[in-house]
């Protein structure tokens, strides 16, 4: 990965961690990265390092940011 790469994949994380500061459900999501490209396997990927890095908790289809994940959102 190129560190343009890595820095538009942090600049994503950070949006999504902003979208989920209450709560956002996932296919709010993923219809919003759909229309900028994503695919639903890079959606499940991205969603599922985000969660495994607790910075988003998952309960069925919706996410919820947690305290590290808002700590990154604002860095």
Known sequence: MTRDQAKALQTVAKGIIEACKTFA????????LMA??????????IMGQLVSAGMLTQDGDCYTATDKGNTFASM
């Open 25 to 32: 459900p996932g296919g709010v999501i993923y219809a919003a």
């Open 36 to 45: 900028q490209g994503c695919t639903l396997n890079q959606f499940n990927q």
